[in-house]
């Protein structure tokens, strides 16, 4: 099959996205967004011109068990 997407997890999701919009290049295509299927989980979509698509996920510890 093919590879729809990679995930990354980060523990601070805001400057990540400061970092990929500065250093990657790519652009953000869908604004941090509350799961609605996960728990205190937050992500974000990026895009490279290349095609490549790039998720990145944060968990809100602070509410986990």
């Given at each position: 099959?093919?590879?729809n997407h990679l995930c990354y997890e980060s523990s601070d999701i805001e400057k990540t996205v400061l970092y990929f919009r500065n250093n990657i290049k790519s652009f953000q295509t869908v604004p941090i967004t509350?799961?609605?299927t996960l728990k205190d989980c937050y992500y974000t979509f990026f895009a490279k011109p290349s095609g490549e698509v790039i998720e990145l996920i944060y968990f809100d510890k602070k509410y986990q068990l």
């Open positions: 099959g093919i590879i509350k799961a609605s």
